[in-house]
């Protein structure tokens, strides 16, 4: 008589190290993405906020305001400064930490900042902020004459 095994068998062995193997690769691959949505979401609804923050600003100041990137010219992914077009004076100040995420405006009259004027009929200028994420296009948010962000 043959006596039962009380172990895993050489390939038994290799195949489930094998279909674990294949789930560890494609769950990163499924986080990775869910992190790149969120990296999207957030920045879409932080533009979205600061607009209307620089739209509040003009307004109330009843002068055009200026949003400028802060550090370099044409990255925006460290930071947003919103200064008055006059005195150039900082009225507030907005920081974004995600490493890999890199953040260019391209606008129709002026590629190093967007202006918001205090005027309803023409509250801004128009142009697209293009959001990378680590290599990846994320999305592009089009502002239009009236400060909306699409």
């Not at 957030?42 to 209307?52: A, H, I, P, Q, T």
């Not at 739209?55 to 055009?64: D, H, P, T």
């Not at 002026?110 to 128009?126: C, H, P, T, V």
Request: net charge neutral; aromatic share 8%.
């Amino acid at each position: 008589m043959h006596e039962k095994s009380q172990g895993l068998s050489l390939l038994e062995l290799l195949i489930s190290l094998s279909i674990l193997l294949i789930l560890v690769f494609s769950s990163g691959a499924f986080f990775a993405a869910v992190s790149a949505n969120s990296v999207r979401a957030r920045c879409v609804e932080d533009f979205k906020g600061l607009l209307s923050a620089a739209k509040v600003y003009a307004m109330l100041k009843q002068e055009s305001v200026l949003l400028e990137p802060i550090g370099s010219e044409f990255d925006w992914a460290k930071g947003v400064l919103l200064v008055t077009t006059a005195g150039h004076e900082t009225l507030r100040e907005w920081r974004w930490k995600n490493p890999g995420l890199i953040i260019h405006w391209h606008g129709f009259q002026d590629e190093k900042s967007l202006r918001i004027d205090a005027d309803l009929s023409q509250l801004a200028m128009n142009g697209t902020f293009s959001l990378r994420y680590q290599g990846q296009r994320l999305a592009n948010i089009v502002v239009t004459r009236l400060g909306d962000v699409h």
